[in-house]
T-cell receptor
Framework: DGGITQSPKYLFRKEGQNVTLSCEQN?????MYWYRQDPGQGLRLIYY???????QKGDIAEGYSVSREKKESFPLTVTSAQKNPTAFYLC??????????????FGEGSWLTVV | KQEVTQIPAALSVPEGENLVLNCSFT??????LQWFRQDPGKGLTSLLL?????REQTSGRLNASLDKSSGRSTLYIAASQPGDSATYLC??????????????FGQGTILTVHP
């Protein structure tokens, strides 16, 4: 089945640790995105990538890092510099950066909790 | 900066009612306006996408309209069912400038349809 796979579903981070969330898509989409969702809030864009080996900061990039070495993969690292990382993280993808009426597809999300 | 506001924040209705969810935005330079559904702890599912040249889109019991001049979009749900219970989010994107390819989300409307 075609889609976006995020792993792990649940992740716990200790203070001072870096953790990496995985996102893989087999939709052959060029563009991929990472969003953060806090309880009762809408989604906020962390990073996005329109093509392999290129990515751009979103609205809340501080404390996060990404890579885009392969078209199908866009991992997100939550670094120790992110002071309030507890949230629901959503990965998404689209054809050519969501223009010309192309829709965007989301994964099932990953819950990150600081312990 | 584009702001997206959804009203009401929460709505509880009996089964069978027709209902309207509202989404307002401050920047009329809109390219796509999209409505999503999110079930608790899950990713987002696209419902309807309206391009800037369009006025409305329909899918089954759902109808979404876009009025750029007033900065508003509405999602109309006919004959609501308990299975419609979810959070509904609207999102906007502008094809130009620094907003290229990025979605800006409202905070969502939590809908509960009771039998």
């Amino acid at each position: 089945d075609g889609g976006i796979t995020q792993s792990p579903k649940y992740l716990f981070r200790k203070e001072g640790q870096n953790v990496t969330l995985s996102c893989e898509q087999n939709l052959n989409h060029d563009a991929m995105y990472w969003y953060r969702q806090d309880p009762g809030q809408g989604l906020r864009l962390i990073y996005y990538s329109q093509i392999v080996n290129d990515f751009q900061k979103g609205d809340i990039a501080e404390g996060y890092s990404v890579s885009r070495e392969k078209k199908e993969s866009f991992p997100l690292t939550v670094t120790s510099a992110q002071k309030n990382p507890t949230a629901f993280y959503l990965c998404a993808s689209s054809i050519r950066s969501y223009v010309s009426g192309n829709t965007i597809y989301f994964g099932e999300g990953s819950w990150l909790t600081v312990v | 900066k584009q702001e997206v506001t959804q009203i009401p924040a929460a709505l509880s209705v009996p089964e069978g009612e027709n209902l309207v969810l509202n989404c307002s935005f401050t920047d009329s330079a809109i390219y796509n306006l999209q409505w999503f559904r999110q079930d608790p702890g899950k990713g987002l599912t696209s419902l309807l996408l309206i391009q800037s040249s369009q006025r409305e889109q329909t899918s089954g019991r759902l109808n979404a309209s876009l009025d750029k001049s007033s900065g508003r979009s509405t999602l109309y749900i006919a004959a609501s069912q308990p299975g419609d219970s979810a959070t509904y989010l609207c999102a906007w994107t502008n094809a130009g400038g620094t907003s290229y390819g990025k979605l800006t989300f409202g905070q969502g409307t939590i809908l509960t349809v009771h039998p």
